[in-house]
């Protein structure tokens, strides 16, 4: 049998695609379908979605991955749909049923609620969660029927509104701090109302900066020519745009690249994202008493390997 079609070799492509994930794929797998869209080298996603879930993904390919975690840390939107008066093993609607309950309240109570899910509080993760305890995800000692320790984490809820109430599905919409499961606010809420709850969909609508109205398609990429599929591509710096911006001299650019501080040029603290007399961006530093000490520097051919 002879030997199939040589495989094209992966391209060194380097920005930010945001992605409309579709519900019913999980993150990764979306993750690996654009990768091979683009046939990228090196690619990752910035804050996973339930397979449940749909909505605004951003992909990181190459030297855009070195930022991730900027976006990671950045409030999220969602618009969320919360079925009342049944609740599931996994508080969404890939569960299965473990009550049901008579749903009797009306829009002013659901509305009397919420003002108590908002603001700074302490939230329990659920048990089918991707959280380590002791090396295993939370999931697979619920799956086999294990307890083991949740501790609350400190989240913040910085909006929560009712958009539509048709008894006994209400939809929401959520603004919220890094951590905070959306499954796990449905139940809660149900909870309180005294007749449980699950979250039957979940669309992610913004991200730091970035909003779904931007987005593209799997389908969509799939059906572009190669040169209109990059035009989707941002430059990785879209990420770092909450940070604060220090221009350099080109020596000063070369020792960040190399590793090294250099004096602040300015009045700055914490950090900061560099760029040199081109307007390249040569990375982000941690600014403290006057001196820039790299932190993830980039990579250009002029500056060679990023430290």
Not at 66 to 87: C, H, I, M, P, S
Not at 174 to 199: E, F, M, P, Q
Not at 248 to 274: F, K, N
Request: hydrophobic share 40%; charged share 20%; net charge neutral.
């Amino acid at each position: 049998m002879g030997a199939g079609r040589p495989r094209a070799a992966r391209r060194c492509i380097d920005g930010v695609l945001l992605l409309d994930k579709p519900e019913g794929l999980t993150s990764n797998a979306a993750l690996q379908q654009a990768k091979r869209i683009f046939n990228a080298e090196k690619a990752g996603h910035t804050g996973t979605l339930d397979p449940l879930a749909s909505g605004l993904l951003p992909i990181c390919f190459g030297e855009a991955t070195k930022f991730a975690r900027f976006l990671l840390d950045a409030d999220k939107a969602y618009q969320a749909r919360v079925r009342f008066g049944v609740t599931t093993t996994t508080q969404d609607a890939e569960g299965d049923v473990t009550h049901t309950r008579a749903v009797t309240f009306e829009r002013p109570q659901i509305e009397a609620a919420l003002r108590g899910f908002t603001g700074a509080q302490n939230q329990i993760p659920p048990a089918h969660s991707a959280l380590k305890y002791h090396g295993r995800s939370h999931y697979e000692y619920a799956r086999a029927g294990i307890e083991v320790p949740r501790p609350a984490r400190a989240i913040e809820v910085k909006a929560l509104a009712l958009l539509e109430w048709a008894n006994p599905t209400a939809t929401l919409d959520i603004v919220c701090s890094k951590g905070t499961y959306i499954r796990a606010l449905a139940a809660d809420l149900g909870d309180a109302l005294g007749c449980g709850a699950h979250l039957a969909g979940l669309r992610r609508i913004a991200a730091g900066g970035f909003h779904i109205a931007d987005a593209v398609s799997l389908d969509a990429l799939a059906q572009c020519a190669p040169d209109d599929r990059d035009a989707h591509l941002r430059p990785a710096d879209i990420l770092l745009g909450a940070l604060p911006r220090l221009d350099v001299g080109a020596v000063a650019a070369q020792r960040l690249s190399d590793g090294q501080s250099i004096a602040t040029p300015v009045a700055a603290a914490g950090p900061c994202r560099v760029y040199d007399p081109h307007g390249r961006l040569v990375g982000v530093v941690q600014c403290c008493d006057g001196v820039c000490v790299p932190d993830r520097m980039a990579r250009t051919p002029e500056r060679g390997v990023a430290q």
